[in-house]
Structures are given as C-alpha cells and as structure tokens.
C-alpha cells in the first residue's frame, strides 16, 4: 500500500519525489508526533551534516536506520478503529515497504543537502533541501529524539511538496485499508476518515488513473466525490497535479480550493510557483518562493530562484543581489549562475555573461562553452566581440576534472 502511494505522488515533476513533508501543524489540522525530549542544538546539526555527507555517498541505509518506522507506524494508529491483528499486520507490511521507499526516494535525489535545525516552533526538527535530476526541489524536515548510545530516532517527517506529517500518511493509509475490508470502520469516524472509509474502492480508482497518468479520468472521478471527501489532504494534492495537465481552469479551481482549506500551506507554493512563473506572472511566483523559504528557514536555491523571478518582474537590482548571495554563499549550486546569466543575457551585457561563464568553469562540473554554442539565448553573446574573446581564449574547465557535484539542469540552459 505505500508502495503504491509512493508511485501515484512521484507520478509527474512537480509532485517531486513525494514521501515525507512538513507544515505548521495547527493551521493544517495535522499534529506531528513530537519527540518525548528534544536533542541538544550542537548534537542535532552533527546529525545534519552527517545524514547529508552519507546520503552523498549513497549510504542511505544508515539514515533510514535511525527511523524505527515501526513505532512511528503504531503511535500513528493510536484510537483508530480495527483489529489489533489486522492493525499489527499492516504496521508490519508498512514499516518494510516504507523503509525501502525512502531509500528508493534519497538515492533519487541528485544532491541532498542539510539547511539546518529549524527553530522557529516547538516541533523544531532537521530541514533537507532535496533536488532532483530535472532541476525540480522538494524539502524535509525529520523529528528528531535521543537515543541511547548518543544514536537519535526519528519521531516524524513532513515532506513540504506533499503538505502532511508521515504519521498522517500512514493513518491515511490504514484507513483506505480498513474500507477494503468493509465500511463498518466508518460508523466510529467522522468527516474525512470516515469517507474515506466508506469510498475506499472510489479512491483506489482515483489512486489507479494517477499511477497510469490518465489525469482527464482522475478529475471527472475527483468531481464526484462527495465534498466532504473532496477536502481530503491527499486527494486534493493529486487533483492539483493531475489539474495541470488537464485545463488552465481546472488548475485554478484545485489551487483556490487547496488555499482555501489549508491557508498558509507551503506546500501549494512549491506545486505552483513554477506554473505563474510559465505564465510570466512573475511577481506572484517570487511571493511564493519567499513564503517557502520563510517556512523552512534560509535556503539560498530558493532565494536565486526568487532573485530570477524578480528580475524578470523589472526589480533587476534586488534579483541581482539575491543571485550574487547565493552563488558567494553555496559557490557549488547552479541556480544563482542560472539567475545571474538570465539577468545578463536579458540585458545583453556581454562583459558580464563572460564574466559568469567563467565562475561557472570554476565552480561546477560543466562546460561553459559547450552551453553557449548549444542555446540560442547566446547568439548576440557570441556575435559581440566580448563572446567570441571569450570563446577564442578556451577558459580552463577545472570543475570538470572534479567528482560531478549534481546532474541538474546546467545555468544558462533556457528556462521559466
């Protein structure tokens, strides 16, 4: 069953690599499990930056050791109706099909990096920056407690893009379970679980058009929900994705439907903001950018990304500086190169252009002259004398001997 939740939200680039997630959990009716003692904030970061540097070598096995799903599984199913065997059996199956997801999604991830612990609410917690092979990002905040032995475990997730607590996908899932066997669950339930229950097979259908990508299906199925269950967290989500590729209207319905019943959800931000972005509302995509990182705290992709939003909206001064702050900050991230050769390109400042290329053959493990030559938003820059000085002197490549850092997308490549 996760398995195939898993699947449905890793269905299309802007569900990126849904599995965990996390948001305010009073103004999204969701409460996390919190850790029964917090861990010290010297000892939380050690946990960051060492979960990071092994997620980079491919060790994700010991990340998720440190998550006894199990016990997160079973506190989540607390006063939920069902048998103790049948509760037991599916806290089993879930704790092996989970473990093997979460690898599955870390090792997906071109890069992985720890921001830090957030301070900013009682939950705290640890905050990734997730990005993956098509430039797409994705954010997770893990739960932490103290073990024994000076070992942590994981008490909860919340992965941003999905918008809920891993303990509120389980007992979603518990609960579709429970309407496979019956709807009897229903009658000790009320609102949203317990028509959930109750239109358990309606959902697999739902869950089966996502996982083929028949989205037209998925919103007619979605329109005949009971509205109730049209609120439901994850069902909501998958009409705003399957929306997309749909109709612009249907788009705009899911969106304005998701801001009204989760107002303040980051989640909605980080599906969205590149669609206003594709449709040159470009103000409103850094409003949203600046949300999210206003949620999970400073992350300096998030703040390139938004620098390049402004540019475009004509606030180039403040989308310069954003860019410059995170290629001085993060020299390895390609997304404030990317900004910053936008701006230029837009500007046609040919000195500039020459000058970031050059950062670029410094910092990451591509070749500069290979982009320009290949992307037609570099004819001008080619055809002035300042680009074919540039071309002639065959800058030294020397990111390009060093170990690849990311497969993203590299900067300059034509974008939103």
């Known amino acids: 069953m996760m398995a195939r939740k898993n699947l449905v939200l890793e269905c299309g680039r802007l569900c990126l690599a849904v599995l965990l997630a996390t948001a305010a959990g009073v103004v999204m009716g969701q409460q996390p499990i919190l850790p029964t003692a917090p861990v010290a904030s010297g000892a939380a970061e050690r946990v960051g930056a060492e979960w990071e540097l092994l997620v980079r070598k491919g060790e994700v096995t010991a990340v998720t050791s440190r998550m006894d799903l199990r016990l997160l599984a079973e506190k989540a199913l607390a ?3 069902g048998e103790e065997q049948e509760r037991q059996e ?4 879930y704790a092996k099909g989970a473990t093997a997801s979460i690898q599955h999604v870390l090792k997906g991830f071109t890069t992985y990096r720890f921001l830090g612990v957030v301070r900013t609410n009682g939950a705290g917690g640890l905050v990734f920056r997730g990005l993956l092979p098509d430039g797409a990002v994705n954010y ?5 407690e103290p ?3 000076g070992e942590v475990a994981v008490t909860d997730v919340f992965v941003v893009s999905q918008g809920e607590w891993l303990s509120s996908t389980i007992r979603w899932l518990y609960l579709l379970s429970e309407g496979k066997r019956g709807p009897g669950a229903a009658a000790k339930l009320q609102g949203a679980p317990a028509e959930l229950v109750r239109q358990a097979a309606t959902v697999e259908r739902l869950l089966g058009f996502m996982q083929q990508r028949k989205y037209l299906e998925f919103v007619d199925a979605y329109r005949g929900l009971p509205e109730t269950l049209k609120e439901d967290r994850t069902l909501l989500q998958m009409e705003l994705v399957a929306s997309l590729a749909v109709e612009p209207l249907e788009f705009g319905l899911a969106s304005k439907a998701w801001a009204k019943r989760y107002p303040g959800d980051p989640g909605l931000d980080l599906v969205t903001f590149e669609k206003l ?3 040159g509302e ?3 995509s850094a409003a949203a950018l600046e949300r999210i990182e206003q949620f999970i705290g400073n992350d300096l992709h998030l703040r390139a990304l938004r620098g390049a939003q402004l540019a475009r909206a004509g606030q180039v001064a403040i989308g310069r500086q954003l860019a410059m702050e995170a290629v001085r900050a993060e020299p390895e991230l390609a997304t404030g190169y990317d900004a910053l050769l936008g701006i230029a390109i837009r500007a046609k400042e040919f000195k ?7 950062l670029v053959s410094d910092h990451l493990p591509v070749d500069p002259r290979e982009i320009v030559q290949t992307q037609p938003q570099y004819v001008e820059f080619l055809a002035a004398p300042e680009g074919r000085t540039w071309l002639a002197k065959k800058p030294d490549v020397r990111a390009i001997r060093q170990a690849p850092l990311t497969n993203a997308p590299a900067p300059g490549v034509a974008r939103p």
């Open 352 to 358: 500039e252009i020459a000058r970031i290329l050059d």
């Open 277 to 279: 972005a594709v449709r």
């Open 147 to 149: 073990k024994s032995g």
């Open 90 to 93: 599916f806290v089993s199956q």
């Open 140 to 144: 997770h905040r893990y739960l932490i």
């Open 79 to 81: 006063g939920l109706p």
């Open 282 to 284: 470009h103000e409103r």
